[in-house]
């Protein structure tokens, strides 16, 4: 189970913790939780992840260890108490084919299909959070299943083809849209506006 991300406030870090350790007060997820980060909750994390065999807090990691880190992940963790206006750590998960569990607002309930690629939790509820995370370590082949469907979700979606396809197409639309009002079609230039 991983959290990558700022090790802040807002970012869930300590909803996470909350959770993990109810998770680990009924016996466990049967799985180890690996943070990566910084941010100004870092000593906390490094304090509570102290001495403990089912949490592993592993500082910040370059870019290249990120994507090992995910692609070797049960799951990856945004609990964001925040409303995300994207959330690119879900769409890194995606892109691994890992399932992510994600609060249940901002961009990640437009991001994760809950139960299909990844599992949605009720924003700020810890017990809701273990929930999601004890289903998802507890069930493997729905874990496979869900880093399968999330994968497709990034290649439809997200993929670099699917941007430079996006980014041609909005090229040609404005090109069309200059080419019309170099022809004189109807625009605020051909009504005196913005002279």
Same mark, same amino acid.
């Given at each position: 189970m991983l959290y990558l991300g700022r090790l802040a406030e807002a970012?869930?870090?300590r909803l996470l913790m909350a959770a993990w350790d109810e998770?680990? /007060?009924?016996?466990? $997820?049967? %799985?180890p939780l690996v943070i990566s980060g910084a941010g100004p909750l870092e000593r906390e994390v490094? @304090?509570?992840a102290a001495g403990r065999d089912d949490v592993a807090y592993v500082g910040l990691l370059d870019p290249a260890e990120c994507a090992k880190t995910? /692609?070797?992940?049960? $799951?990856? %963790?945004?609990?964001?108490?925040?409303?995300?206006?994207?959330?690119?750590?879900?769409?890194? @998960?995606?892109?691994?084919?890992v399932?992510?569990?994600?609060?249940?607002h901002g961009a990640f309930v437009e991001l994760v299909e809950d139960g299909v690629t990844g599992l949605l939790h009720q924003p700020g509820e810890p017990a809701s959070l273990a929930s999601r995370i004890r289903r998802i370590a507890a069930e493997p082949a729905l874990g496979r299943e869900m880093g399968r469907a999330a994968r497709l979700r990034y290649e439809q979606g997200f993929s670099p083809a699917v941007g430079l396809e996006?980014?041609?197409?909005?090229?040609?639309?404005?090109?069309?849209?200059?080419?019309?009002?170099?022809?004189?079609?109807?625009?605020r230039a051909s009504r005196g506006w913005g002279q």
């Open positions: 970012k869930g870090v998770i680990a /007060a009924s016996g466990g $997820a049967g %799985v490094t @304090a509570w995910i /692609a070797r992940s049960v $799951a990856v %963790v945004a609990p964001s108490t925040w409303l995300e206006a994207f959330g690119l750590v879900v769409v890194e @998960a995606m892109a691994a084919g399932p992510v569990v994600a609060a249940g996006r980014l041609v197409d909005e090229y040609r639309t404005a090109i069309a849209g200059r080419s019309a009002l170099a022809r004189g079609g109807d625009s």
